[in-house]
């Protein structure tokens, strides 16, 4: 496939949350103008921001390489997503879900919509999401901050 290369988080902290996030890959790698290619290791990690008394979080990142649009990429999470009973429509913002599978970097595209922004908005504040990509992408540059993600991750801490 030639394509680009992207990046995208995951999260669960609900249910069977290694079983749902190793089948949200699988099928993420069965879409068509989808490979993935590496996955980080799956961390345990508290609760970041939310309502009080949710539980753990897993999380990981995936680097994919895909031959979709931005926006076709996006409805392709939200398809799977849905599959894990997600209804982000009636859900609390920053609540506890089954399935999160957030876009962080598509190749050193920069974009801002009401649908999609790109590099993920929040995602240089979060240790939840640059450890983890830190493990497959270290030397990956932020296209806005164009800091590489160990910067990100050291300045974090
Ligand atoms: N906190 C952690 N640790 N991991 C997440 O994936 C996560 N996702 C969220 C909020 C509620 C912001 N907190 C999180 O959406």
């Not at 931005?70 to 089954?98: A, H, N, Y």
Request: hydrophobic content about 45%.
């Amino acid at each position: 496939m030639v394509g680009q290369i992207a990046y995208i988080a995951l999260g669960s902290n609900l249910g069977e949350r290694s079983e749902t996030l190793e089948a949200a890959l699988a099928m993420l790698d069965e879409c068509a103008g989808i490979s993935v290619l590496r996955v980080s290791g799956m961390v345990q990690t508290a609760p970041v921001g939310g309502p009080d008394g949710q539980g753990d979080y897993l999380n990981g990142v995936a680097e994919i390489e895909m031959s979709l649009s931005p926006m076709e990429l996006l409805s392709v999470l939200q398809d799977i997503e849905r599959k894990f009973g997600r209804d982000r429509l009636s859900e609390e913002r920053w609540g506890e879900r089954t399935c999160d599978l957030d876009i962080l970097l598509i190749g050193d595209l920069v974009m801002d919509t009401p649908e999609l922004t790109i590099p993920h908005p929040r995602m240089h504040q979060r240790k939840f999401v640059l450890a983890p990509l830190n493990e497959i992408a270290a030397e990956v540059v932020h296209p806005v901050f164009d800091k590489t993600v160990s910067a990100l991750l050291a300045d974090l801490n």
